[in-house]
């Protein structure tokens, strides 16, 4: 089975700073792997997806990230972060074959300083 | 934007009661999935459904139940709410296929008292 850690609960940064929100997956087959942002009392919205190709992904609102096989990770970095990105953020992936539902990560809150 | 709605947006409901949350998407997905999240952590599978008459459990164990009779609407129901299901539940949906995202209600925050 799949599994995702995201490795910081919280990540407090200044506003116009840049960030890097870590995910760390585990699979024995191939994976697709998404991040999503839950705002406050909202359901989940993506942010951007990995599925084949490109290793750098590039989503909404200015984020990226980097799928790295070696180290299994797909870690979602913004340059400069505002204060509307104030939420909480999830990592998830899904396999290829079998019953494909999303497995997710414990979220990192990400709280952005004036 | 996506085309999934749960009703309701927040419930309160005492203890014993019976209680059904509403998913429905406009999308024509195949699959569907009720995920629980308790406030600020993780969000669990309670159950899926691949399409009509299909449902299956998910990884955390739930005393709910679903049924899928039509695409579009996958409700869940609690014969007897009890306060240890005070949570958030998120209805999605997906077309069939792994590489395509879910699709996410906004969520109903059920408190039982």
């Known amino acids: 089975a799949q599994s995702v850690t995201q490795l910081d609960s919280q990540v407090p940064v200044f506003e116009e700073a840049p960030v890097e929100l870590r995910c760390n997956y585990s699979s024995s087959v191939s994976v697709y792997l998404f991040w999503y942002v839950q705002y406050p009392n909202q359901g989940l919205q993506l942010l951007l997806k990995?599925?084949?190709?490109?290793?750098l992904v590039k989503g909404i609102n200015g984020f990226e990230a980097e799928f790295n096989k070696s180290q299994t990770s797909f870690h979602l970095r913004k340059p400069s972060v505002h204060i509307s990105d104030t939420a909480e953020y999830f990592c998830a992936v899904t396999i290829n074959t079998g019953r494909r539902a999303l497995t997710f990560g414990s979220g990192t809150r990400l709280q952005v300083q004036p | 934007e996506a085309d999934i709605y749960q009703t309701p947006r927040y419930l309160v409901i005492g203890t014993g009661k019976k209680i059904t949350l509403e998913c429905s998407q406009t999308m024509g997905h195949d699959k569907m999935y009720w995920y629980q999240q308790d406030p600020g952590m993780e969000l669990h599978l309670i159950h899926y459904s691949y399409g009509v008459n299909s449902t299956e459990k998910g990884d955390l164990s739930s005393e709910s139940t679903v049924s899928r009779i039509r695409t579009e609407h996958f409700p869940l129901t609690l014969e007897s709410a009890r306060p240890s299901h005070t949570s958030q539940y998120l209805c999605?949906?997906?077309?069939?296929?792994?590489?395509?995202?879910?699709?996410f209600g906004q969520g109903t925050r059920l408190t039982v008292v």
């Open positions: 990995y599925l084949s190709g490109s290793t």
């Open positions: 999605a949906s997906s077309r069939t296929g792994g590489d395509t995202e879910a699709f």
